[in-house]
């Protein structure tokens, strides 16, 4: 036991795991996070695939190589800690708190990130005027208008959601602005604003009558090969409203680009409706590892305010 407790107290330990740690999340940030298999198999040799899968570095907060060096730090931070604690207690130096309780808002703040790492949630969506959406906790949220200004040469200046936020069916907020960098709080959730995009739609109805939409950047089969929905442009008839333009793909080659418009034949599809649209791009998260990463900051300023002050006077 004691030899357990002389290895987690180690000073050693702590600089292998940190750079453990440092290492690990370097390399994540060299592999796209949260993707499909099929994704990265495209991206990849099938030797980088297995490794990568394998390892899981291609959802790094949710794997082992997070969570082993990461708890084994809180415990080797913990130990450290109380080791101080009781020293200081025993030695009678009540004064000299202000490095303890930095190591004590390491700890929460180790904490904190794991319970960011476990527990939050997000949620992405776009949305057109008149939309609406239900967000966690049982609310609801309709846009009702949203702005992107531009610098005079072009250039993005902000983009702008107004939005009216519900509870059931009682209004708790109405004609709120969302903005970069200025999200919408909801007790524990914020909405950010995170982009702009134009949204098409294109409506096909099948043999059997049924009609269905497919938006832009989505895919159909046809055959051995598969039809998707690359952008539109106005036709050359403004009477006839957008032409869809599609490109015919056979596995990951290239095989031809088809324009449509509204009435045209697509294999066993008749072309409907084509429209489109500005649309907002917004992300509602929730992270319960905020107060515990609150809480560790101000004990910790609070720490370093007294082990400021024990230096001025010449106590340290």
Known sequence: MNSIYKFFKSTRLAIVLILVIILFALLSTLIPQGKTADDYKGMYSAFL??????????????????????????????????????????????????????????????????????????????????????????????????????????????????????????????????????????????????????????????????TSALKLGQGISMGDSELWFASTRPAPDPSKGLLAQLEVWKGQTFVASQEVGSGDKLATFVVGAISAREVTGLRAATDPGFIPVLIALIIGAIGLTMTSIHKSKGDI
């Not at 708190?97 to 703040?109: E, R």
């Not at 969506?125 to 939309?131: K, R």
């Not at 098409?200 to 099948?206: E, R, S």
Request: hydrophobic letters at 45%.
């Open 49 to 210: 695939f297995g490794l990568i899968s394998m390892s899981g570095l291609e959802n790094y907060t949710g794997s082992i190589l997070f969570w082993v060096p990461t708890v084994m730090f809180i415990l080797n931070l913990g130990v450290c800690t109380v080791d101080r604690l009781v020293k200081r207690a025993r030695n009678k130096a009540v004064r000299h708190f202000g490095p303890d309780l930095i190591h004590i808002a390491l700890l929460i703040l180790a904490v904190g990130a794991l319970i960011t790492a476990s527990m939050r949630e997000e949620q992405d969506f776009t949305m057109g005027p008149g939309d609406a959406v239900n967000l966690p906790g049982g609310y609801s949220m309709s846009l009702t208008s949203f702005d992107f200004l531009k610098y005079p040469d072009g250039r993005p200046k902000a983009w702008i959601s107004t939005v009216d936020v519900k509870k059931g069916e009682a209004l708790l907020r109405k004609a709120v602005k969302i903005e970069v960098n200025h999200p919408l709080e909801i007790g524990s959730l914020k909405i950010y604003q995170t982009s702009y995009a134009n949204e098409a739609i294109m409506d096909l109805t099948g043999s059997d009558g049924k």
